[in-house]
C-alpha cells in the first residue's frame, strides 16, 4: 500500500505530461536543434568540433606530417555544414561515396554508431550554425 502511495504521484504527473495539449510521450524537453548541439560537443567518442570546429565550418588543425620529400604538410578538418543528411549520415559509418558513386574511405574519421535520429539533430544544428 505505501508503495502505491508512493508511485500514485508520479503516475499522475506522467499522465498529465502525457495528455497535456495533446502531447505524446516520444516528445523531448530538448529541441532538436539542442540534442544535435549536443551530440556535436560529445557524439560518444571524439567530439566532432576536435576536427570540423565549433560549428563544423572545418579549419581545426588535427595533425602535421611531412610527405616523402619531407615537405611539412598540416591535416585539418573540412567543413561539413553543407553536406546533406545522407552524405553526413555516410561518413559518420564511414561510407562516403564521391560523385561518381565511388566509395571515399575518410582515413581518420572514427566511425561514430549513432541512431538516424542522433544523425538527424546534429544535421540540424549543422543546418541552423551554416545560416
Do not use: W
Not at 38 to 65: D, F, T, V, W
Not at 89 to 106: G, I, M, P, W
Request: include cysteine.
Amino acid at each position: 500500500m505505501r508503495l502505491l502511495l508512493l508511485l500514485l504521484p508520479i503516475l499522475l504527473l506522467s499522465e498529465n505530461i502525457t495528455n497535456d495539449n495533446n502531447t505524446s510521450q516520444e516528445e523531448s524537453f530538448l529541441l532538436e536543434i539542442e540534442y544535435g548541439k549536443m551530440l556535436y560537443k560529445n557524439p560518444r567518442g571524439i567530439s566532432c568540433s576536435k576536427c570540423h570546429g565549433k560549428e563544423g565550418k572545418g579549419g581545426q588543425k588535427i595533425a602535421k606530417y611531412y610527405d616523402k620529400y619531407s615537405n611539412p604538410k598540416l591535416l585539418k578538418g573540412i567543413n561539413i555544414t553543407g553536406y546533406s543528411f545522407q552524405e553526413l549520415k555516410a561518413s559518420l559509418e564511414n561510407k562516403f561515396r564521391d560523385e561518381n558513386n565511388h566509395r571515399v574511405r575518410h582515413k581518420i574519421m572514427p566511425i561514430y554508431y549513432l541512431t538516424d535520429q542522433e544523425v538527424k539533430a546534429i544535421y540540424t544544428y549543422l543546418k541552423s550554425v551554416k545560416e
